[in-house]
Nanobody, 114 residues
Framework: VQLQASGGGLVQAGGSLRLSCVVSGITFSSNVMRWHRQAPGKQRELVALSSGAGTTNYADSVKGRFTISRDNAKNTVYLQMNSLKPEDTAVYYC?????????WGQGTEVTVSS
């Protein structure tokens, strides 16, 4: 199982970014895809998840600002991040759990300046 995340960068507060994660080695459409983030000095936290059928769930801190979506034909999950805040600064990881084992992408860094 391999996950390749991209799309991070430096953005001003109020701006937007879209993260992408291409997945291989699994039946993508059958799996729940997740985005997590880890800010400096903090624990990794779940940001959003998407089932194969498109059901989504979000952390309270990003509800109304972030949108997770997926293209099952491209084995890709996205995280559209709008109205970014400095507290969204973190390394963002895509992830999937297969057979009770988590697999992580390499992380993509998002920095939001005030």
């Amino acid at each position: 199982v391999q996950l390749q995340a991209s799309g991070g960068g430096l953005v001003q507060a109020g701006g937007s970014l879209r993260l992408s994660c291409v997945v291989s080695g699994i039946t993508f459409s059958s799996n729940v895809m997740r985005w997590h983030r880890q800010a400096p000095g903090k624990q990794r936290e779940l940001v959003a998840l998407s089932s194969g059928a498109g059901t989504t769930n979000y952390a309270d801190s990003v509800k109304g600002r972030f949108t997770i979506s997926r293209d099952n034909a491209k084995n890709t999950v996205y995280l559209q991040m709008n109205s970014l805040k400095p507290e969204d600064t973190a390394v963002y990881y895509c992830a999937v759990v297969v057979g009770f084992r988590p697999y992580w992408g390499q992380g993509t860094e998002v920095t939001v300046s005030s």
